[in-house]
């Protein structure tokens, strides 16, 4: 789990606020939503943002950036400790670990999750750095050089910070009942006694504090987006889904309504053509089946039109850098015939996964009598998508 602190007024940058401010035709918050998801090991986040723009989040910047796993919004406090507390009373219970990280570091890489999730392991928190190469002078009041400080064992660190989130919690509590205010959540772990480990940062993981930073990540984003543009990388993925036929007035395959005097039984339109789609999709990106995003346990998916969980899904895709080129499915099922649907079938779901009808394969056989198809007691679909990527792992689409 995650805690993305967005919340700064942002007074020394001005207007939009940083955060909001659109580099690569995106908000930088979004940027960093996106390069969180890339990591499978991020589960879930929980955005903070000053309350003012809590509605603005909800209904353009998150949608904008295709993120599938931003739990909830929620207004900051008046600093930013405030704020990654208000933002960790929101993690679930069960989540064992948590990183925090600035809203305003839009280049943080997968690897840089790994190695500080992993650091966190031996004490229960650990935080990226990079050790200070330049020399530090102190200086008097009236600007001469006062002494030069050794930079021996002095590092710069940058989040995400990692912690165990009931080490986390204690700590922010402990602070609260003594009044002690810090820069960073390491070192209220640091002040209840526990060892902070240090792993290796990453020189590109900067904080957009100036304008001068923000057209060097608009420098690094745009060479991202030529350089995966020239690798190219593909993947392939298989989906399978199946559902119980049962007596009805129709049903839905690849979000066309077939008249019949069947239906399909789900949680959702039962589009088993769809599923198998969205399936692929997500195995090609190493994510969780539909299952674990479209729970049947949420009344909020009860009914759902299954192209639109679809087009969900590409955005996924889309959040992690790639686009859908190829989908190609058989729908296996004695009845109905579905010969005649099968080219509005094909249109339907290449709008759905943002791609030409003619880059969409959709077979209809039978089981020749055979099986739980052959005795007409259900309707199963395979599916096969090629994804490649366009350049969107915190970068631009």
């Given at each position: 789990m995650a805690v993305v602190v967005a919340a700064g007024r942002s007074e020394r940058f001005g207007n939009p606020k940083k955060q909001f401010a659109e580099v690569c035709g995106l908000p930088v918050v979004a940027h960093t939503l996106r390069a969180l998801e890339a990591s499978p090991l991020v589960e879930g986040m929980?955005?903070?943002?000053?309350?003012?723009?809590?509605?603005?989040?909800?209904?353009?910047?998150?949608?904008?950036?295709?993120?599938s796993r931003v739990l909830c919004v929620v207004a900051g406090g008046a600093d930013r400790q405030e704020s990654v507390y208000r933002g960790l009373a929101r993690v679930p219970n069960d989540a064992e670990w948590?990183?925090?990280?600035?809203?305003?570091?839009?280049?943080?890489?997968?690897?840089?999750?790994?190695?500080?999730?992993?650091?966190?392991?031996?004490?229960?928190?650990?935080?990226?750095?990079?050790?200070?190469?330049?020399?530090?002078?102190?200086?008097?009041?009236?600007?001469?050089?006062?002494?030069?400080?050794?930079?021996?064992?002095?590092?710069?660190?940058?989040?995400?910070?990692?912690?165990?989130?009931?080490?986390?919690?204690?700590?922010?509590?402990?602070?609260?009942?003594?009044?002690?205010?810090?820069?960073?959540d390491a070192a209220l772990v640091e002040a209840v006694g526990v060892g902070v480990v240090l792993v290796d940062g990453e020189e590109q993981n900067i904080k957009i504090t100036t304008h001068g930073d923000f057209r060097l990540v608009e420098s690094v984003l745009a060479r991202r987006r030529e350089g995966a543009r020239v690798m190219g990388e593909s993947r392939v993925g298989i989906g399978y889904d199946v559902h119980r036929l049962v007596p009805g007035d129709g049903l839905v395959l690849g979000g066309v309504t077939i008249p019949c005097e069947f239906s399909l039984q789900g949680h959702s339109d039962a589009d088993v053509l769809c599923h198998a789609v969205m399936d692929a999709i997500l195995g090609a990106l190493g994510e969780k089946d539909i299952g674990f995003h479209f729970p049947t346990t949420d009344p909020g998916y009860e009914g759902a039109r299954s192209t639109k969980l679809l087009e969900r899904v590409v955005g996924i895709a889309a959040a992690r850098g790639f686009r859908v080129v190829n989908?190609?499915?058989?729908?296996?099922?004695?009845?109905?015939?579905?010969?005649?649907?099968?080219?509005?079938?094909?249109?339907?779901?290449?709008?759905?996964?943002?791609?030409?009808?003619?880059?969409?394969?959709?077979?209809?056989?039978?089981?020749?009598?055979?099986?739980?198809?052959?005795?007409?007691?259900?309707?199963?679909?395979?599916?096969?998508?090629?994804?490649?990527?366009?350049?969107?792992?915190?970068?631009?689409?």
């Amino acid at each position: 789990m995650a805690v993305v602190v967005a919340a700064g007024r942002s007074e020394r940058f001005g207007n939009p606020k940083k955060q909001f401010a659109e580099v690569c035709g995106l908000p930088v918050v979004a940027h960093t939503l996106r390069a969180l998801e890339a990591s499978p090991l991020v589960e879930g986040m929980v955005l903070v943002v000053p309350g003012e723009d809590l509605e603005k989040c909800e209904r353009e910047v998150i949608p904008r950036a295709g993120c599938s796993r931003v739990l909830c919004v929620v207004a900051g406090g008046a600093d930013r400790q405030e704020s990654v507390y208000r933002g960790l009373a929101r993690v679930p219970n069960d989540a064992e670990w948590v990183l925090v990280h600035d809203g305003v570091r839009p280049l943080v890489s997968p690897e840089l999750v790994e190695r500080v999730l992993e650091g966190a392991r031996s004490t229960g928190a650990a935080v990226p750095g990079l050790p200070l190469s330049e020399t530090i002078k102190q200086s008097s009041d009236d600007r001469l050089v006062a002494r030069t400080v050794d930079r021996r064992g002095i590092w710069r660190i940058q989040t995400p910070q990692a912690f165990r989130r009931t080490l986390l919690l204690a700590a922010h509590e402990r602070a609260a009942e003594v009044n002690l205010r810090a820069t960073d959540d390491a070192a209220l772990v640091e002040a209840v006694g526990v060892g902070v480990v240090l792993v290796d940062g990453e020189e590109q993981n900067i904080k957009i504090t100036t304008h001068g930073d923000f057209r060097l990540v608009e420098s690094v984003l745009a060479r991202r987006r030529e350089g995966a543009r020239v690798m190219g990388e593909s993947r392939v993925g298989i989906g399978y889904d199946v559902h119980r036929l049962v007596p009805g007035d129709g049903l839905v395959l690849g979000g066309v309504t077939i008249p019949c005097e069947f239906s399909l039984q789900g949680h959702s339109d039962a589009d088993v053509l769809c599923h198998a789609v969205m399936d692929a999709i997500l195995g090609a990106l190493g994510e969780k089946d539909i299952g674990f995003h479209f729970p049947t346990t949420d009344p909020g998916y009860e009914g759902a039109r299954s192209t639109k969980l679809l087009e969900r899904v590409v955005g996924i895709a889309a959040a992690r850098g790639f686009r859908v080129v190829n989908a190609d499915a058989v729908v296996v099922a004695e009845k109905p015939m579905l010969g005649g649907h099968v080219a509005q079938i094909k249109r339907s779901l290449a709008s759905a996964i943002r791609t030409s009808a003619d880059d969409v394969g959709v077979k209809a056989t039978t089981s020749e009598g055979m099986g739980f198809v052959g005795r007409g007691e259900g309707i199963c679909a395979w599916a096969a998508v090629m994804l490649q990527r366009t350049g969107g792992v915190a970068g631009c689409l």
